[in-house]
């Protein structure tokens, strides 16, 4: 008999997205102030793929600069065998954190020198970038040049407004007309309400630029760790220009981009300045187009201060990762912080969160009703019975959760998200306490295993929504209902009921571990 071949056509995913983390400097091990954005930003990319979105996710590390040459000089080492021995445990982070598919770039690779160069050459070119002498103040710390007004007074010596120690630096540099953009900029920002998240920090940029702007210095001629300025080997490029461009570069610069226009850059509010005044900047200059947003986030703290090397106070990703695991650890962060603040890590929180919010509220909800499913209901799915109103409210409540999971997700408000999705989990266990199958066992057992069918269609969305946070656990929960979906838009279309009766269910197993205070602290 001859085979039928059903053809199908695929349409090309046209919906893309990209999202960005800073490149970090590979001075000291990752911790988890840095392990931060690149998990929201794996959360980010997950969900718009979930989503049906062609997404790029980039990350990496910013391997030039003085900063980087002392450290080497110090070890006795060749920057380059210093980088390269650094990075290293950057990209190794990747697994650790369950980071999905993404492209690790490295300033010092070919094909980043290729587009500095040329951003460089482009602005050379519309005359943007001219040659004097620079003479003025630099931190190395921050691979910043301050002004004299922003310089602060800190046990009566001059200090970066960062508290970091500055230097007076005379030299014959290229210098970035910056102040031809003062206009250009402000009207990007007005035309453009959401370049600059979130509201706050567009704010605080916006009266940065309309202070007004000076012309920057963009090469160095006292270290030669650097990108080559074309055409004048005695200066490398300054740092964050050479650094900034990796955006552009891992997109196919100076080729085609073609994510670029969806660019979001999640940073740090320390480095806004450089992301939303300086970037776009460089990028007007050159006639190139301008990123879709630039998101900054807060600071990860310990007791109050933030975290990070120079503070000696770091946290481990590590460490945590091996006492909770990564999914809690992914989930924690994100559910804890509104993503903008700052927020502090406490142990006390941290299994306060993972005992009440997934082991007691999903954990055991799941467990419970799936344990009833596997004894009365031969652990199939089971028959759905006419819905009354209550059931209509839960399950209402379930299926309009992707759409406002995706509103919150879009705007990068992580823990809005998670909280939306912890309404509907509250709400199912409310509805498991009034319902009380397990009273219905003997008395309506019809009835009963219509509440727990209603529970598991409740359940779907929220195995599915939670997989670009908890990727490993929500995969477990897809397992324990037998379903998976590919797009949110499948979960979307199924509406309220989308599992078959009768389907067999594996036999329930615990999704989240519980944890001790003093075993943890
Ligand atoms: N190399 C530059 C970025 C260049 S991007 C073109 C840099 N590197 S960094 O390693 O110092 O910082 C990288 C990012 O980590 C920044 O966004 C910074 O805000 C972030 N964090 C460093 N410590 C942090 C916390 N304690 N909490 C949250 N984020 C933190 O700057």
């Known amino acids: 008999m001859a085979r039928v071949v059903k053809l199908v056509t695929v349409a090309p995913m046209t919906k893309r997205a990209y999202i960005t983390t800073p490149i970090y400097y590979p001075t000291a091990k990752p911790h988890m102030g840095?392990?931060?954005?690149?998990?929201?930003?794996?959360?980010y990319a997950r969900f718009k793929r979930l989503d049906g979105y062609d997404t790029r996710f980039q990350t990496g590390t910013d391997e030039h600069g003085q900063?980087?040459?002392?450290?080497?000089?110090?070890?006795?080492?060749?920057?380059?065998?210093?980088v390269d021995e650094q990075s290293a445990a950057y990209r190794d982070l990747a697994p650790l954190l369950n980071l999905s598919d993404h492209n690790f770039i490295r300033t010092t690779e070919p094909r980043h020198y290729a587009a500095a160069q040329h951003l460089w050459s482009k602005l050379v070119d519309a005359g943007y970038i001219y040659k004097d002498s620079y003479a003025g103040w630099y931190c190395v710390a921050d691979e910043a040049y301050y002004t004299e007004a922003e310089l602060i007074e800190k046990d009566g010596e001059r200090m970066a407004p960062t508290g970091r120690p500055v230097e007076w630096l005379e030299q014959e540099s290229y210098f970035f007309k910056l102040s031809a953009f003062q206009d250009k900029l402000i009207e990007h920002y007005t035309n453009n309400p959401t370049f600059i998240q979130p509201e706050s920090r567009r704010n605080e940029v916006m009266s940065f630029v309309k202070g007004g702007l000076e012309d920057i210095s963009v090469s160095r001629t006292t270290i030669n760790w650097g990108v080559p300025v074309p055409g004048d080997d005695k200066h490398v490029m300054y740092v964050w220009l050479d650094a900034l461009t990796n955006y552009a570069t891992g997109d196919g610069y100076p080729g085609e981009m073609p994510f670029f226009n969806e660019a979001i850059h999640l940073v740090g509010k320390d480095i806004l300045r450089f992301h939303a005044v300086y970037w776009p900047a460089f990028l007007m200059g050159a006639n190139e187009p301008l990123p879709k947003q630039i998101w900054a986030h807060g600071w990860l703290t310990k007791d109050g201060t933030k975290m990070g090397k120079s503070n000696n106070n770091v946290l481990d990703p590590q460490e945590l990762i091996n006492q909770y695991g990564i999914d809690a650890v992914r989930y924690f962060f994100l559910r804890e912080v509104p993503f903008g603040n700052d927020g502090d890590f406490s142990h006390e929180r941290m299994v306060q969160r993972c005992n009440t919010d997934l082991s007691n509220d999903v954990g055991n909800l799941f467990q419970r009703v799936l344990s009833m499913v596997a004894k009365n209901c031969a652990g199939q799915v089971p028959a759905l019975g006419t819905l009354r109103t209550e059931d209509e409210a839960l399950l209402q409540q379930a299926a309009a959760l992707p759409a406002l999971v995706r509103g919150h997700v879009d705007q990068l408000n992580f823990h809005k998200a998670l909280a939306a999705i912890w309404d509907v989990v509250g709400a199912a266990?409310?509805?498991m306490d009034t319902q009380a199958p397990w009273t219905l066992r003997k008395e309506n057992p019809e009835q009963m295993a219509h509440v727990l069918r209603v529970l598991l269609e409740c359940f779907r969305p929220l195995a599915v929504l939670l997989a670009p946070f908890m990727p490993a656990s929500a995969q477990t929960l897809q397992t324990q209902l037998n379903y998976h979906v590919i797009t949110l838009e499948e979960l979307e279309q199924a509406g309220q009921i989308g599992l078959t009766e009768g389907t067999a269910l594996p036999a329930p197993q615990g999704v989240f571990q519980r944890f001790e205070l003093e075993q943890a602290a």
């Open 429 to 431: 266990n409310k509805y």
């Open 34 to 43: 840095s392990a931060y954005t690149t998990m929201a930003a794996d959360v």
């Open 67 to 82: 900063k980087m040459q002392h450290a080497a000089e110090k070890l006795g080492m060749t920057p380059q065998a210093f």
